[in-house]
């Protein structure tokens, strides 16, 4: 018998329970804006109970989360949860023994929008559709990765995300896109003001969706980051993606990796990165780029003096001690540049040994033998004396400094243990 509560209200508040912990396969959780509380006045003859009733009722949630939901149910078949539609906007919500069923999970997980890898299809994308298209939600994430997408769902994404502006992150990952559904998506790319942040990784697009969805890019605004990883844009798609870094100045992260990108689409890219002042991050990993066409990135930024660009991502690539020469050149001029790539060839053991000294032993030495504490090292690199950096101006304050001389490869380790998701360090970390 299914146990979902009816719509109707209860006569008894339902009693508090403590918040599941965050493992827990049943409570879901949902990024959104803070929604107004609206004061309702009491009626002359209503007890408190009933007013606590409606007040919870009204206030805890947002009404296009509500609506989702509801079509959600309608959807997958489902009676809804009042006690989740009183409770949706709370920071934790405690499911357990409600009688959910997978059916009744995946709504919830619908009006969550933590809705990836539950093979809604192109029905479902007609109902997000139709609820974003309405803009009146304050849902900020939206995640549909790895929920068998194809090109008739990218259609119908067009349509709500050329209109709705509120979305900030969109993670459409593990689709089954191709190129048709490129040109949707580019379309829409080209008419959002909203979107800061969309996954496209995991999907099938090549050379017509590659260019289409740079199409879009080079009139886009507001995108910041940008997943294209484990696609197929080959050498046109990446002569597209050139002509947008060459254009755009919104984009700080891309990431292109195994996109079967050789030299031939490196040198559109790093003609492109000669003219750009806002990527930081530029992901090449897994492409068939060799050191001539790892060079020539480096080259660009060397010929950039407004290059903001601080990490470039070739760690499948070989290198040579020449290369490293250049690359320190590089970074001479842009001092918060660090390149990952494979190893170099023909470095001795002992030179490896010397590289990779433990940057955080250097440190201890010196704050010790100055009589400080390595938090005070950290902080008088910061000109404003804080606890946090951007990664970016902490790797140019490490290697400008010279009371502890380190190399990049120094530099990357501290980053790796004081860097924080956000993209900050913060020396609370030591």
Same mark, same amino acid.
């Given at each position: 018998?299914?146990?979902?509560?009816?719509?109707?209200?209860?006569?008894?508040?339902?009693?508090?329970?403590?918040?599941?912990?965050?493992?827990?396969?049943?409570?879901?959780?949902?990024?959104?804006?803070?929604?107004?509380?609206?004061?309702?006045?009491?009626?002359?003859?209503?007890?408190?109970?009933?007013?606590?009733?409606?007040?919870?009722?009204?206030?805890?949630?947002?009404?296009?989360?509500?609506?989702?939901?509801?079509?959600?149910?309608?959807?997958?078949?489902?009676?809804?949860?009042?006690?989740?539609?009183?409770?949706?906007?709370?920071?934790?919500?405690?499911?357990?023994?409600?009688?959910?069923?997978?059916?009744?999970?995946?709504?919830?997980?619908?009006?969550?929008?933590?809705?990836?890898?539950?093979? $809604?299809?192109?029905?479902?994308?007609?109902?997000?559709?139709?609820?974003?298209?309405?803009?009146?939600?304050?849902?900020?994430? $939206?995640?549909?990765?790895?929920?068998?997408?194809?090109?008739?769902?990218?259609?119908?994404?067009?349509?709500?995300?050329?209109?709705?502006?509120?979305?900030?992150?969109?993670?459409?990952?593990?689709?089954?896109?191709?190129?048709?559904?490129?040109?949707?998506?580019?379309?829409?790319?080209?008419?959002?003001?909203?979107?800061?942040?969309?996954?496209?990784?995991?999907?099938?697009?090549?050379?017509?969706?590659?260019?289409?969805?740079?199409?879009?890019?080079?009139?886009?605004?507001?995108?910041?980051?940008?997943?294209?990883?484990?696609?197929?844009?080959?050498?046109?798609?990446?002569?597209?993606?050139?002509?947008?870094?060459?254009?755009?100045?919104?984009?700080?992260?891309?990431?292109?990796?195994?996109?079967?990108?050789?030299?031939?689409?490196?040198?559109?890219?790093?003609?492109?990165?000669?003219?750009?002042?806002?990527? @930081?991050?530029?992901?090449?990993?897994?492409?068939?780029?060799? =050191?001539?066409?790892?060079?020539?990135?480096?080259?660009?930024? @060397?010929?950039?003096?407004?290059?903001? =660009?601080?990490?470039?991502?070739?760690?499948?690539?070989?290198?040579?001690?020449?290369?490293?020469?250049?690359?320190?050149?590089?970074?001479?001029?842009?001092?918060?540049?660090?390149?990952?790539?494979?190893?170099?060839?023909?470095?001795?053991?002992?030179?490896?040994?010397?590289?990779?000294?433990?940057? =955080?032993?250097?440190?201890?030495?010196?704050?010790? /033998?100055? /009589?400080?504490?390595?938090?005070?090292?950290?902080?008088?690199?910061?000109?404003?004396?804080?606890?946090?950096?951007?990664?970016?101006?902490?790797?140019?304050?490490?290697? /400008?400094?010279?009371?502890?001389? =380190?190399?990049?490869?120094?530099?990357?380790?501290?980053?790796?243990?004081?860097?924080?998701?956000?993209?900050?360090?913060?020396?609370?970390?030591?």
């Amino acid at each position: 018998m299914d146990n979902d509560e009816p719509l109707e209200p209860e006569i008894k508040d339902e009693p508090e329970t403590e918040p599941a912990a965050r493992n827990s396969d049943e409570t879901f959780y949902c990024e959104a804006e803070a929604s107004v509380a609206v004061e309702k006045e009491k009626p002359g003859g209503e007890s408190s109970e009933t007013d606590l009733e409606i007040e919870d009722t009204e206030k805890l949630f947002t009404t296009g989360q509500r609506e989702l939901y509801l079509e959600a149910c309608k959807l997958v078949g489902v009676v809804p949860v009042s006690y989740f539609i009183r409770n949706m906007e709370e920071s934790y919500v405690n499911l357990n023994h409600h009688g959910l069923g997978p059916s009744g999970t995946k709504a919830i997980a619908i009006a969550l929008v933590n809705i990836s890898n539950n093979d $809604l299809g192109l029905k479902g994308a007609s109902t997000i559709s139709e609820f974003l298209q309405r803009n009146t939600s304050s849902l900020l994430n $939206l995640q549909l990765s790895g929920n068998n997408f194809k090109d008739e769902s990218a259609e119908l994404f067009c349509q709500a995300f050329s209109a709705n502006y509120r979305i900030k992150t969109l993670d459409l990952s593990h689709n089954e896109f191709s190129d048709k559904g490129g040109e949707h998506l580019g379309q829409m790319l080209a008419l959002n003001i909203g979107l800061q942040s969309l996954d496209l990784s995991w999907n099938q697009f090549h050379t017509r969706g590659a260019v289409a969805l740079c199409n879009g890019l080079r009139a886009n605004v507001t995108l910041q980051k940008l997943d294209l990883s484990m696609n197929g844009f080959g050498n046109e798609g990446a002569t597209a993606l050139g002509e947008v870094l060459r254009l755009n100045n919104s984009l700080v992260y891309i990431d292109v990796s195994s996109n079967d990108i050789s030299n031939e689409g490196v040198i559109k890219i790093s003609k492109g990165l000669e003219f750009n002042e806002s990527l @930081k991050v530029l992901k090449l990993f897994l492409n068939p780029v060799s =050191m001539d066409g790892a060079t020539l990135l480096l080259l660009s930024i @060397k010929r950039n003096p407004k290059s903001k =660009m601080e990490e470039i991502d070739i760690s499948n690539v070989l290198v040579s001690e020449q290369f490293v020469k250049i690359l320190d050149g590089v970074c001479a001029i842009h001092p918060q540049l660090d390149v990952t790539y494979k190893a170099v060839q023909g470095f001795s053991a002992k030179k490896e040994l010397l590289l990779w000294t433990n940057p =955080m032993k250097l440190i201890q030495s010196y704050a010790d /033998q100055h /009589q400080i504490t390595v938090i005070d090292f950290f902080k008088s690199l910061n000109p404003n004396g804080r606890m946090m950096m951007s990664v970016g101006d902490f790797r140019k304050a490490m290697i /400008q400094q010279d009371k502890v001389p =380190m190399n990049p490869y120094q530099v990357r380790e501290l980053i790796k243990k004081l860097a924080e998701k956000t993209g900050m360090v913060n020396f609370r970390s030591v």
